[in-house]
């Protein structure tokens, strides 16, 4: 199944709808009670306008370096377990809306195309068996970063990867996928192919980061994990390619969608 986020006049506070062909089945109650079920009402999937996030996460948690190749670009050993780290929730919009350049400090804003994972139930301690039983679906993400902020100006990666809009997800979240494993990120930067890889070059599978995660990190239903970025980010470009006014960054996972966003500089 294939779901939305959206608002319009007849739903300026946003709603839920489920994707059937070209039209939009209006939704109402939660993913993470049981009470979802129709209202009725059905708008055309054209007429969307105005995308909203497809989850409203209550915590962001991200895996590092998790594709051998995107190690050796960036000069680093693999690493043993999954590097963990953390995007704040106030770093994430939607499909269309804007990616800003913040007003001080970070001059080199680089992308990251990545498979979103949305926890469907609270999950701890969950045995890597059982892992795949915890996941309610997945969106495409892109784990914007501040390389400057990030390895030079605090040595440490939290305000780096948690500027306002530093967190787009989106357009849909789709239920239902077999083999995770057998998807195929991109990354396009203003039509230009800087990304191409499959998510079965992971290091660490979706099975182990969620059993590694949950062993004492309760996962909460909503939750948003990133698995990592394939080769080809910006810093590692000759010369470094990083985002600037006006570059449209497109991140494409097959079976998901499609994520847009321009960037743009703080007002």
């Known amino acids: 199944m294939k779901y939305i986020r959206f608002k319009d006049a007849q739903h300026p506070d946003g709603c839920l709808g489920q994707i059937e062909g070209r039209a939009v089945t209006v939704l109402k109650g939660s993913f993470f009670d049981g009470s979802l079920q129709p209202t009725g009402e059905s708008v055309p999937l054209d007429s969307i306008r105005n995308f909203l996030p497809p989850v409203y996460p209550p915590n962001i948690i991200c895996i590092g370096a998790n ?4 190690c050796k670009e960036c000069g680093g050993e693999p690493p043993k377990n999954p ?13 269309g809306e804007r990616i800003v350049l913040p007003r001080n400090n970070p001059d080199q804003v680089d992308y990251e195309a990545e498979l979103a994972i949305v926890i469907g139930k609270t999950a701890s301690y969950v045995p890597i068996e059982k892992a795949m039983d915890y996941v309610l679906g997945v969106t495409c993400a ?9 390895l030079k ?14 967190c787009p997800l989106g357009p849909f979240l789709v239920t ?9 990120i991109k990354l396009r930067l203003n039509g230009v192919i ?5 998510v079965s070059d992971m290091i660490f599978s979706i099975s182990r980061i969620i059993a590694h995660l949950s062993a004492g990190l309760t996962l909460l239903p909503g939750t948003v994990i990133l698995t990592g970025t394939p080769c080809g980010v910006g810093m590692a ?5 990083f985002l600037c006014d006006g570059d449209v960054v497109e991140v494409e996972i097959d079976q998901v969608g499609v994520l847009r966003n321009t960037v743009t500089t703080h007002s």
């Open 67 to 70: 594709y051998v190749d995107h």
């Open 83 to 95: 590097l963990v780290f953390i995007k704040t929730t106030n770093s994430v919009i939607a499909y």
């Open 142 to 150: 892109n784990d914007i970063s501040a390389r400057d902020v990030q």
């Open 153 to 166: 100006i605090d040595s440490q990666w939290a305000r780096g990867k948690s500027y306002d809009t530093f």
């Open 176 to 184: 239902g996928i077999k083999n995770l494993e057998d998807l195929h």
């Open 194 to 198: 800087m990304q191409n890889q499959p």
């Open 237 to 241: 470009q000759n010369p470094p390619r």
